[in-house]
């Protein structure tokens, strides 16, 4: 996507989780393997297309996976999650953005969405002990 591949990437997984409604030891099992496979993916990617390139979307994937984790799996909390995870990831609030930067290779990749999709994954957890 040559506009917004985050945003593309976080898609994805929102339409994933749209249409399965995987419940949280699917998501579990979806988020760890979309991360190891992505350590892999982006560390060898990110040698020809340079640190972190748009071009690398598979850790919006998995961030978004971790920001449904253990909330209700209703299209408002889908649709929470997406716009609290893009926030984070494109704000990366501290630590995101020291994990991006100081670790290297496909492991900052991975790591700075991950601490995003933890991010809005509290956010919701708050909302729902506050509603």
């Given at each position: 996507?040559?506009?917004?591949?985050?945003?593309?990437?976080?898609?994805?997984?929102?339409?994933?989780?749209?249409?399965?409604?995987?419940?949280?030891?699917?998501?579990?099992?979806?988020?760890?393997?979309?991360?190891?496979?992505?350590?892999?993916?982006s560390h060898q990617a990110e040698k020809s297309l340079g640190k972190?390139?748009?071009?690398?979307?598979?850790?919006?994937?998995?961030?978004?996976?971790?920001?449904?984790?253990?909330?209700?799996?209703?299209?408002?909390?889908?649709?929470?999650?997406?716009?609290?995870?893009?926030?984070?990831?494109?704000?990366?609030?501290?630590?995101?953005?020291?994990?991006?930067?100081?670790?290297?290779?496909?492991?900052?990749?991975?790591?700075?969405?991950?601490l995003a999709g933890i991010y809005a994954n509290a956010c919701l957890?708050?909302?729902?002990?506050?509603?």
């Amino acid at each position: 996507m040559p506009y917004a591949p985050g945003t593309f990437g976080s898609a994805a997984g929102f339409i994933l989780a749209i249409l399965l409604r995987p419940d949280d030891s699917t998501l579990v099992i979806f988020a760890l393997s979309v991360f190891f496979i992505g350590l892999y993916a982006s560390h060898q990617a990110e040698k020809s297309l340079g640190k972190d390139s748009g071009h690398i979307v598979i850790d919006e994937l998995c961030g978004y996976f971790v920001s449904v984790l253990f909330v209700p799996k209703s299209v408002g909390y889908f649709i929470a999650a997406f716009v609290l995870f893009r926030i984070f990831d494109i704000l990366k609030p501290p630590p995101v953005r020291s994990a991006e930067r100081l670790v290297p290779g496909g492991a900052g990749i991975m790591l700075d969405d991950l601490l995003a999709g933890i991010y809005a994954n509290a956010c919701l957890q708050l909302w729902r002990w506050l509603a």
